[in-house]
């Protein structure tokens, strides 16, 4: 029985490991999320259970603030609340040529490939779903635009 036990786990094991080497990074950070997430939770719980409330409650904070960050946009609005778009610069409104020059940090003779590749660049960085601002990715957006019209 214990050697059906151990080759069950091994098996297991082996394939836990295969999964893990063809997920991608999106998935690999997510699951990592959920393990400290749930951690710190079991963790908050056996200290508010021991009378240990002060740390618990420490732990359960910070347990919180991660989730609260790693929460999609869509999940942290009010029910029924709208996303703010009215800072977000509008197509084609007021950006001078000179202005999406410098925000793409590009010289004006920049051919056409090297505005593409400034854009492609800033935006990898910029682009809200890495973390970047809404904002800023909207006017590299609105640079492009001005300078490839």
Known sequence: MPLLLGALALGGLLAAMGAFSRADIASLKSMGVWIVGL???????LLLLTGREPAGLGILALTGTLAWNWLPERMRRPAGGRRRTASLPRRGAGMTRAEAYEILGLQ????????????????????PDAGGSAWLAARINQARDVLLS
């Open 39 to 45: 951690a710190g939770l079991s963790l908050a719980a």
């Open 108 to 127: 004006p003779a920049a051919s056409e490939q090297a505005i593409r590749e400034a854009h492609r660049r800033l935006m990898r960085a910029a682009h």
